[in-house]
């Protein structure tokens, strides 16, 4: 990553739920473009889709960044801001790129160091670096509906899943951040197409 330091902010584009503010950087003679979107892409359909929660997020970083609402963002042309310059993307602020593992890795038990665990209304994150890139294993405890756009926590699967988690490492939910730094054994699946990372428990003491 790599940031470039008070670019001016040259075009504003917005359409169709999403904003594009292109700066530019005149000695390089090049143009970053940064993107803040009410819509979620759906890997399922390949689109991307309206959606309440993503929406309240757009409108709080336009609002963070800015201090201006979404839909005023075309005010910002003549502004200047550092850019995080990422391989794939640009930002306007530092982020954490998770990574996925291609297929030929599924079947692989990896070890590595825990580098955060975090909880929110979605599940448990446990991330971890591997050969450089940060990864993610996931444990979820809510379901998103195409309905409404929104995740719904199962209060119930919430229970097993903190349940789960204290069962396979030997501490509770709000201990959370003692599992930091510790070693853990990864391995790669793969659920019909879909490439995740299972967490394996650890060794119980003996009595």
Avoid: C
């Avoid at 890139?133 to 229970?159: D, L, V």
């Avoid at 899943?161 to 699946?189: C, D, P, R």
Wanted: proline share 0%; aromatic share 10%; hydrophobic share 35%.
């Amino acid at each position: 990553m790599e940031i470039i330091k008070q670019l001016e902010a040259v075009e504003v584009n917005i359409e169709d739920g999403k904003a594009t503010i292109t700066f530019i950087d005149q000695e390089r003679g090049e143009i970053h473009d940064v993107s803040i979107s009410t819509k979620k892409y759906n890997e399922d359909t390949g689109k991307f889709e309206g959606n309440q929660e993503q929406a309240d997020k757009a409108e709080a970083k336009a609002q963070r960044l800015f201090g201006l609402s979404f839909d005023k963002l075309g005010q910002v042309i003549g502004e200047r801001h550092d850019i995080y310059v990422y391989d794939r993307f640009d930002s306007l602020e530092e982020v954490t790129v998770v990574a996925k593992f291609d297929k030929d890795m599924v079947g692989q038990i990896i070890q590595v160091d825990v580098a955060s665990v975090e909880a929110d209304e979605v599940g448990l994150h446990i991330k971890f670096e591997y050969e450089g890139e940060t990864y993610q294993s996931n444990q979820n405890y809510a379901t998103y509906m195409e309905s409404t756009g929104t995740w719904f926590q199962n209060a119930q699967k919430r229970k097993k899943q903190e349940a789960k988690f204290e069962s396979k490492f030997g501490i509770t939910v709000e201990n959370k951040e003692e599992l930091v730094g510790k070693a853990i054994m990864a391995e790669v699946k793969d659920f019909n197409g879909n490439v995740w990372i299972e967490i394996k428990a650890f060794p119980k003491k003996k009595k």
